[in-house]
């Protein structure tokens, strides 16, 4: 079992940053491949980002490519989420997901291969 709590959103203006983390509990989350996620208001939840456990993978979404940095520090057990150069349209609650993973390059990207959910965080970004 993993416990994922989020944290770091907040109101920044266009152009600013943010990072968020996302906490784990658990013994597997060293071996979890972990992605972030967001739902703006209307609009289906979209993978942002992802990592696999090792490190060694990674994937973005095409609009936040350049400006958002997924890594983990898997000794504490954290996974974070650089976001640089932010837009209006980034604005979402985003959340973290973490799932076992056998390899230590598999990373996932849809949302139905990840087990465990945080419970999200609020980021607003003002024009």
């Known amino acids: 079992q993993v416990q994922l709590v989020e944290s770091g959103g907040g109101l920044v203006q266009a152009g600013g940053s943010l990072r968020l983390s996302c906490a784990a509990s658990g013994r597997t989350f060293s071996i979890s491949a972990t992605g972030w996620f967001r739902q703006a208001p209307g609009k289906e939840r979209e993978v942002v980002a992802a990592?696999?456990?090792?490190?060694?993978?990674?994937y973005y979404k095409d609009s936040v490519k350049g400006r958002f940095t997924i890594h983990r520090d898997n000794a504490k057990n954290t996974v974070y989420l650089q976001m640089n150069s932010l837009k209006p349209e980034d604005t979402a609650i985003y959340y973290c997901?973490?799932?076992?993973?056998?390899?230590?390059?598999?990373?996932?990207?849809?949302?139905?291969?990840?087990?465990?959910w945080g419970q999200g965080t609020q980021v607003t970004v003002s024009s």
């Open positions: 990592i696999s456990w090792s490190s060694s993978s990674t």
């Open positions: 997901a973490a799932s076992p993973a056998y390899g230590s390059t598999t990373l996932y990207t849809g949302e139905n291969q990840y087990r465990y």
